[in-house]
């Protein structure tokens, strides 16, 4: 008798690769606009999980495209693409105790008709950085300015350097890599649920005794990314989507599958099964041990 053939549960594998996707890319992105993301990726051959495309809601409009990560892999791809400069900063300026370039200009190359064009981008600080006190607290920019400016001038100029590339996509060049200026505006209070407290949305804040729990859970167990209340700040605790990605990347550098963290549909969570994950990695070896006694 012939032994039974075991039978892959599609649906099952596609859920757990949406939520995978959900997770790092969009939290209130449907299932519909996960699967074109996939979709897409897929037949550009570029890395969702690599971070090589975006997806973003804000209200009702939906964008997509490759992150500048994915800019320099379609334009290496075409065999023209022959180098970036080094970024031109040009002014500082200090903004909420943050010091930033005024701007910051990328200059690259492209072969057309077999001849060595320069194409050039400036992107300008009033124009990139969050205004909202609270959204720009949160975003990259003001952590490391500097990284995030040079990374808008070298997607304007890569979207402009290769036209046809962009052509594709729904975004355009004010959109490369920059979710937290088409994530939804952050809750005027420091809530983490507003029915259930056991229940919290990716979008929604931790309360202060929540982030401290968890702050003190990371430590245990090397999770890099979550952080102390900020007392001088209003909101001072982190969003559930931050330390979903802190936990992600933990899971990733220890190299082991994503964490099943019981997100559902909507966005929500428990906050205790983000304790059980962060319970169950498993510590890090001491160097000691490693190199043996």
């Not at 943050?98 to 492209?110: D, K, L, N, Q, V």
Request: aromatic content about 8%; overall charge negative; proline content about 7%.
């Amino acid at each position: 008798m012939a032994a039974p053939v075991a039978i892959r549960d599609d649906a099952a594998a596609d859920e757990r690769k949406r939520a995978l996707i959900r997770q790092m890319i969009g939290p209130n992105l449907n299932d519909d606009e996960i699967d074109l993301l996939i979709g897409i990726a897929g037949h550009l051959g570029l890395d969702l999980v690599k971070g090589q495309m975006f997806g973003s809601k804000w209200g009702d409009r939906f964008t997509y495209g490759p992150t500048v990560k994915g800019l320099r892999v379609l334009a290496f791809r075409t065999g023209e693409y022959v180098g970036l400069d080094e970024i031109e900063y040009r002014g500082e300026r200090t903004d909420r105790g943050i010091t930033h370039p005024i701007s910051a200009t990328a200059h690259g190359y492209r072969l057309v008709g077999g001849v060595s064009r320069q194409f050039s981008y400036t992107a300008f600080w009033d124009e990139c950085a969050p205004r909202d006190p609270r959204r720009f607290a949160a975003s990259p920019y003001s952590s490391k300015p500097f990284t995030m400016m040079a990374v808008r001038a070298e997607g304007g100029m890569l979207s402009r350097a290769f036209p046809d590339v962009m052509a594709s996509f729904s975004g355009d060049v004010d959109d490369v890599e920059a979710p937290d200026e088409t994530a939804p505006a952050p809750s005027a209070e420091p809530v983490v649920a507003t029915i259930d407290r056991n229940i919290a949305k990716l979008s929604d804040r931790l309360t202060r005794d929540q982030q401290e729990a968890m702050m003190s859970a990371a430590i245990e167990f090397g999770v890099e990314g979550i952080y102390p209340v900020d007392p001088e700040q209003n909101p001072g605790t982190q969003r559930w989507s931050e330390i979903v990605s802190a936990i992600n990347t933990a899971y990733r550098a220890r190299d082991l599958p994503a964490a099943d963290m019981k997100i559902q549909r909507d966005g929500r969570l428990n906050p205790g099964e983000i304790f059980n994950v962060i319970m169950a990695l498993p510590t890090e070896p001491d160097d000691e041990q490693e190199g043996g006694a």
